[in-house]
């Protein structure tokens, strides 16, 4: 995970073949969960599903390498989340946290070093400008050690959210790790992201609806974002509120995308790799036409229609909310729900789950979540005094 979220300056610094390390790895990881037990008839009838999906585009006219690239980034995430729910346990969930723990804080100290380079100052490290160095309001968007400034705060806010559930379970060690959210709200503040800042409360107000022990994440919510307020300069302070208010150039751009895209949703869409990240990627793009960008629900109904597209996004809703929906209070299934918040509240205003690393650590925490279980309980039974309580409670003092 660490390495994930240094893979900006991989591609930077070392050169854009060392992009496929992660399908490597994501790889070894699916052979070893399916030497560990072979798939379930559930298991081989989702694959065949998916499979007979793209089979159906590539039959209807799609390119080889569009098929490709759409199967691609919907599928090997999903993949890597099903191959750690066959390999990990529930205190995987900490291992996790401490990798991206050492991720936030090596990712801040460079963004910081970023904002005092300024756009000129990187573009002479050979930098380029757009894919990578983009800007907001005149002011530099912090990209750390990935590849531009979303992923970097929305890996930044994922970590922040595993922090909360650690406070909500065990506040001793969660002090402990305290500089972990304050280090993730100057990262998110240099990135200039406003939907890592939504995604994120939207997940504590979540949580704090469902459980009355949440409340206690209140304070740290609201100390949260005085903190922020706090920091953020005045033109800031600007670009957050104008884009929450849809007042700005980028928002109203944003609302003409996706007025016009929705008016071309068909029943069996476009095709894959005719939106999103996979549209760039399978072929080069065409000016006169702009992938749907900033909706990963309207992504898929115009990539693949009412009827894959709707029940795509169905799938996607339950998978990410079934933490919340369940009884558990565990470190898992309290970090999976605020992730699982997040992520589906983040879908309506970016494809995260096409933003490396992003994906891969959404689908790393929902598999640790459906790998544990909860831990057992003893039941509770009234003393044994007598033949006749005996007879009464026969199961005393088994676990259950």
């Known amino acids: 995970m660490i390495l994930a979220c240094h893979h900006g300056f991989l591609l930077l610094f070392v050169g854009g073949g060392v992009r496929y ?4 790895v994501i790889a070894i990881f699916l052979a070893r969960a399916l030497r560990l037990r072979g798939p379930t008839a559930v298991e081989i009838a989702a694959a065949a599903v998916a499979t007979g999906v793209f089979l159906t585009y590539q039959l209807l006219g799609a390119t080889a390498m569009e098929t490709l690239w759409g199967a691609k980034l919907l599928l090997l995430y999903a993949a890597a989340g099903w191959a750690v729910a066959r390999l990990a346990r529930a205190d995987d969930l900490l291992y996790l946290f401490d990798g991206l723990a050492v991720a936030v804080a090596s990712n801040v100290v460079i963004a910081v070093w970023q904002r ?30 990935l590849t531009y400034g979303a992923p970097f705060a929305y890996t930044l806010a994922i970590a922040m959210a595993i922090w909360l559930a650690l406070f909500s379970v065990d506040r001793m060690r969660a002090l402990a790790m ?11 503040t240099l990135s200039l992201n406003r939907i890592a800042v939504i995604g994120l409360c939207a997940a504590g107000v979540a949580l704090m609806a469902k459980r009355r022990g949440a409340v206690a994440l209140l304070p740290v919510v609201v100390a949260v974002t005085v903190l922020a307020a706090a920091m953020a300069a005045p033109s800031t302070r600007a670009f957050f509120i104008e884009g929450l208010t849809f007042s700005s150039a980028s928002a109203g751009e944003r609302s003409r995308i996706w007025e016009e895209r929705w008016g071309n949703v068909t029943p069996f869409g476009h095709g894959p790799s005719s939106a999103g990240a996979a549209f760039e990627r399978a072929a080069p793009p065409d000016p006169a ?3 749907v960008v900033d909706n990963l629900y309207l992504s898929w ?14 799938v ?19 970090a999976a729900a605020l992730v699982g918040v997040f992520a589906a509240v983040s879908s309506l205003g970016v494809n ?19 790998a544990s279980k909860p831990a057992p309980t003893v039941e509770r039974l009234p003393a044994v005094k007598s033949e006749r309580d005996v ?8 676990v259950r």
């Open 391 to 398: 007879l009464r409670y026969p199961h005393a003092g088994v």
């Open 301 to 314: 109904l115009y990539q693949y229609g009412l009827l894959f597209g709707v029940a795509l996004a169905v």
């Open 21 to 24: 390390w992660k399908e490597l």
């Open 316 to 334: 996607w809703v339950a998978v990410l909310l079934a933490p919340m929906l369940s009884d558990r209070r565990d470190l898992a299934a309290t």
């Open 116 to 145: 005092s380079q300024g756009v000129d100052g990187l573009m002479a490290l050979g930098i380029p400008y757009g894919s990578v160095i983009r800007e907001a309001g005149g002011a530099l968007r912090a990209f750390g050690a």
């Open 289 to 291: 036409t702009s992938p």
């Open 178 to 188: 305290a500089w972990v959210p304050a280090f993730g709200l100057v990262g998110i």
């Open 352 to 370: 995260v789950w096409e933003e490396f690393p992003v994906g891969l650590i959404i689908g790393a925490v929902m598999g640790v979540y459906f």
